[in-house]
Each structure stands twice: as structure tokens, then as C-alpha cells.
């Protein structure tokens, strides 16, 4: 096992620097503050922060090298894991599958008058580590499967321990990550065993001591969040919100639900904490590291819950915030993972209709390094020309975009989507929005509809990867045509009142479809219903910090918009 040089704040257990929370294992140790680095390290992996749980088991170790279970925590954190299978582990594989077969066999050898559980989970550990040499990635699916089978033999033994629960379903999780769920029929994906891992959570989530669980909390929600039912497991993001106050990634995890329940408060509320957390992180630890990625997560989540709430302020002041703690080492040495969080500035511009300041900002200097920024920064420059009414330098702005567009790779990502896939949506909107301003109508709709079109197509993922829906601009300049109809079954699908789209783009609750599907209402004489969602949109209308009288600031005559917000407070529409 390498020998890493731990942190000062892990001399002494009061000296580190983070708060875990209050969730434990009782272990076999001779040192009590084995006990708690093992606790520490546990929550970590838990928590998906890796890095910082292989420390605190290494310390753990420091303390008492003849702990098995601290060599077995080793051995897990070093391993794949739900956000890091084994593909993601290729660069450096030769060290992990050295490191993890050690530490795996060390603590095996330790587990002499260790517990029978201990026993266990040190066994069934074997079966996903058993060589320290590398070999190819089929062999290590085999392996994972090899690892499950044992765990589900573990669980038939100690199925009311609720570590050993959630260590289950993670192993039936890891089989087929990100793919439990078909998102169109809302069944499991054939070939995954995700009813299991649904029955061994849920199982275990009946106990009381469960909401103070971590993993079975954190596994629930990434369980549930792509099923026809997510709405199940907000109890658990609930319970998990403020569980373990320093794990970012934690803090951020009930916003996955918030989103598609339409909870955008809850979902900043969470992804403030979690970002607060996170630079407290960065702090202590640096900006180097895979929990960079995470970080920049949280603060792309906190920027899209503020996108759909219409809190420009929020969504502008975490694009700083992100954009400042990015550091270059690490964009260079990752670009195809770290470069598109440079391009949501771009988003949230155009979603807040910042035309001037898109216009006027500067263009990154190193076009090739930062690619889909720079084709992000052409496409919001002309959409920003094509709002303004200036065509001619629009049409300029869609040639340099196309140009750019042709630099991007198809490895640069916004995981799980390729980043040429999600700029095949800017030029639909760039062509829609241009052909809407040269009066050409049809064909504008129909480059629209090829956006929306697009737009859910793309793989599932919280942020969405396009973030300002492409339906939003579509229905808003609809309307402004007077197409009322056809915009309100869009905003209608847009905000999930119907079952036209799959439930992950549902967007309920979001101030800018209620205020178009409102006006669709009461344009149509449709008061009644107008009436229900009236005091759903009053609530959105005060929680936004920017006027907001139509789904897209594209859309430049607001005067219908205001005509029937008039009417409505006049005389029909009074609650």
C-alpha cells in the first residue's frame, strides 16, 4: 500500500476539519480512535468523496494496523463505485487493482476472532479483487458480479444490518450504473437487477435508525431519481438534506429530487449548503483531485435550480463562484470532463435575456482548449444579434459558431452527454431564432421543434445538459404569433400536466412555463383553469428577482402577455 502523507487537521481525531456527522459502524479495534477514523472513513465512501475516506482509513490503519475492517474500508473506497465504474478507473488501473488486491488480502488475513459480519464483508470483498494485476474490463464486470453474488450470500445472513444493506444494493446498483431504469416505459432496464436493490433499500428504510443512514439515503434517491416515481423517496432526501454537514455532494443530493418534483427552493436551499460545504473542502484540501468534478456539480446544480426559479442574481454570483475555483492545471489536464462548466455562463445569459452584456463579453483566448465555450459564446452572441433585430450580424455570429463547433471532440463531455451532441440543439435554436427574425415563420418553428426534438433526446442527467428548455423559447414565440393552442400544450408538457413527455423533462412548478401556460389560458377563456394555477404562478412571480412575462426574453412583444395579465386581475381570474 503506498504510503500518502496525510493532512495536518488528521494528527489527533479533534483536529480534522470536517464534521461527519454522527453515523457509525462498531468495528473490532484496539484503539478507540481507529473506531472513529473508520467511522469517518465509512460516511466518506458513503458520501461518493473517495479521496478523503481512503485518508481516514489510512489513519485508521496508523493507529491499528491489525484492524481488518479499516484494510477492508481501504480496499472498498480505492474500488469503483456507482459515479466511478471500472471504466471511469482505466488511467489508473495498474495502481488501483495493486492497491485494492493488498488491502483486500491484508485485512483478510486480519480476520481472526474478528465478528462474523466483519468475516463476511472481508470475504465477499475477495470476489471483486482477485489479482494485483491489471486485465481487461470485461473481466472486471465479471468480477463485479463475482462481488454481488457474494454480498446477496452476506445479505441472506445479516439482512437486518443496515450497512450490509446498503453495501448489497450498491453492488446490484454498480452492475448497471445510470441505466436501472428505462426513462420511456419507466420500467427496469432489462438485464438489471433493479428491483432488488429497490427491495433490499426499501427493506431497510423501514427501520427507524434508517433516516440516519447516509448510504441508504444517498442510494435511494439515485435509485428512485430515474424511475416514474421519484416523488417516493423525497421522505429520504428530506432525512438527508443536513445528515452530514461537511459532505458536500450530500447536501446536494436531495436537489436531484427537488428538480423533478418542481421544488426549485428546496433545490437552491440544498445546493447553497452543499456549496458552502465544498469550498470549506477546497479550503483544506486544494483544488486538485476528482472531487473537483463533484464540486463544480454542485455549483452547476445551484445555478440550474436558480435558472428555473428566475433568480438571475443567485444564478450569476455561482457562475463567478465556479468559474474562480476551476483551476487551469486541471482543465487542462481534464478538459473533455472540466472545460463545459465554462460554457454555462452562456446558458444562463441568454435565459436571463443579458443581450448587451453577451454581445460585449469576451470570446476565451485559447479557442482549442476552451472549445464549447467558445461555440457557446458564438451561439448566445447570436441569439443576442437575432433578439436585437440585427440579422446581419446574427448570420455572422452562426458562421463563427459552425466554425467553432467543428473543434469540439467527440471524448468532451458533459457527462453523460457529449458535448457535439448538445451543441446539435444550439444550432437548431440559432437557426430557429434567426429565421423567426427574418419573418420566415414556418421554418423557424420547424428548426424549434428539431431543438425540442433534440433536447429529449439527450441522456438522462441533473443538471439537464441543455439548460433553458428548448420548448421554453418555442412556445413563447408560438405565442407571440398567436399560435395560443399549439403554445399551451407545449408549456402543458413542459410542466408535466400531461403524460406528452418522459417524466425527466417535466419541468412542474417553473415560473417561466406557468407564466406562458397562464397567459395560453386566459387568452383562450380558459379562466376556470387559469384559476388553478394562478396562486402556483403569484408564488413563483415573488420568489423570481427579474420581471417575467414570457417563457423567453427571445420573445420581444410582451403587450398580450401584459393585456391578459390585466384582464386576469381585473375580472376573471380574481381569486
Known amino acids: 500500500m503506498a504510503n500518502t502523507a496525510l493532512p495536518s487537521d488528521f494528527h489527533t481525531v479533534k483536529d480534522y476539519a470536517f464534521d461527519t456527522g454522527a453515523y457509525g459502524m462498531k468495528i473490532t479495534t484496539s ?22 475516506a481512503t485518508l481516514c482509513f489510512q489513519r485508521a490503519i496508523k493507529l491499528d494496523e491489525s484492524c481488518a475492517m479499516a484494510h477492508w474500508g481501504l480496499a472498498l473506497a480505492l474500488g469503483p463505485n456507482y459515479n466511478q465504474p471500472w471504466e471511469a478507473l482505466r488511467k489508473d488501473l495498474p495502481d488501483i487493482v495493486r492497491r485494492t488486491y493488498e488491502a483486500s488480502r491484508r485485512a483478510l488475513a486480519l480476520t481472526t476472532d474478528r465478528s462474523p459480519v466483519e468475516k463476511a464483508l472481508i470475504t465477499a470483498l475477495q470476489s471483486r479483487y482477485q489479482s494485483d494485476e491489471p486485465a481487461p474490463i470485461e473481466q472486471y464486470h465479471k468480477q463485479n458480479q463475482a462481488y454481488c453474488d457474494a454480498m446477496g450470500a452476506v445479505y441472506q445472513r445479516f439482512g437486518d444490518d443496515m450497512d450490509v444493506a446498503t453495501l448489497y444494493a450498491d453492488a446490484l446498483m454498480i452492475l448497471t450504473p445510470w441505466k436501472l431504469w428505462n426513462l420511456v416505459t419507466g420500467k427496469p432496464n432489462p438485464g438489471t437487477r433493479t428491483l432488488e436493490a429497490k427491495a433490499v433499500l426499501e427493506k431497510a428504510l423501514a427501520h427507524d435508525a434508517a433516516k440516519r443512514h447516509p448510504g441508504l439515503l444517498h442510494h435511494y434517491i439515485h435509485l428512485m431519481e430515474m424511475s416514474p416515481t421519484p416523488e417516493l423517496a423525497l421522505i429520504q432526501a428530506d432525512h438527508l438534506r443536513t445528515l452530514v454537514p461537511d459532505s458536500g455532494h450530500l447536501c446536494h443530493m436531495p436537489s436531484h429530487l427537488d428538480f423533478l418534483v418542481g421544488d426549485y427552493r428546496a433545490a437552491i436551499s440544498s445546493n447553497t449548503q452543499a456549496t458552502i460545504a465544498d469550498e470549506k473542502f477546497m479550503h483544506h484540501r486544494g483544488t486538485k483531485g476528482f472531487y473537483t468534478l463533484y464540486r463544480m456539480h454542485d455549483y452547476h446544480t445551484l445555478i440550474y435550480a436558480a435558472m428555473f426559479a428566475g433568480r438571475k442574481g443567485i444564478a450569476m454570483d455561482t457562475v463567478n463562484r465556479m468559474e474562480s475555483t476551476l483551476p487551469l492545471e486541471m482543465l487542462k489536464a481534464m478538459p473533455d470532463y472540466c472545460e463545459v462548466f465554462l460554457s454555462v455562463r452562456s446558458h444562463v445569459m441568454v435565459r436571463f435575456g443579458m443581450w448587451t452584456e453577451i454581445i460585449d463579453y469576451p470570446l476565451p483566448e485559447d479557442p482549442e482548449l476552451f472549445c464549447v465555450t467558445t461555440a457557446l459564446a458564438h451561439y448566445a452572441k447570436g441569439v443576442a444579434y437575432a433578439a436585437t433585430g440585427d440579422v446581419p450580424n446574427a448570420m455572422k455570429q452562426k458562421e463563427l459558431y459552425e466554425e467553432a463547433a467543428k473543434r469540439i471532440p467527440d471524448s468532451r463531455l458533459d457527462f453523460p452527454n457529449k458535448c457535439i451532441d448538445i451543441v446539435g ?23 424549434l421543434r428539431r431543438a425540442v426534438q433534440l433536447d429529449d433526446e439527450l441522456g438522462y442527467s441533473e443538471p439537464w445538459s441543455w439548460m433553458q428548455p428548448a420548448r421554453h423559447a418555442y412556445a413563447a414565440l408560438l405565442l407571440e404569433q398567436n399560435h395560443v393552442e399549439e403554445s399551451a400544450a407545449v408549456y402543458r408538457a413542459d410542466l408535466g400536466l400531461d403524460e406528452s413527455v418522459i417524466r425527466a423533462r417535466r419541468h412542474p412548478n417553473n415560473v417561466w412555463a406557468l407564466q406562458g401556460y397562464h397567459e395560453c389560458l386566459v387568452r383562450l377563456g380558459r379562466d376556470a383553469e387559469a384559476n388553478i394555477i394562478r396562486p402556483q404562478l403569484t408564488v413563483a412571480l415573488a420568489l423570481a428577482d427579474v420581471p417575467i412575462q414570457s417563457s423567453c426574453f427571445c420573445r420581444t412583444d410582451n403587450e398580450q402577455a401584459a393585456d391578459a395579465e390585466k384582464s386576469c386581475s381585473n375580472n376573471k381570474c380574481k381569486m
Open 425 to 447: 440543439i444550439a444550432s437548431a435554436m440559432l437557426d430557429g431564432e434567426i429565421e423567426y427574425r427574418r419573418r420566415n415563420y414556418a421554418e423557424a418553428f420547424d428548426h
Open 31 to 52: 484503539h478507540p480512535d481507529a473506531q472513529v477514523w473508520f467511522n469517518r472513513g465509512l460516511v466518506w465512501t458513503y458520501a461518493f468523496t473517495h479521496a478523503e
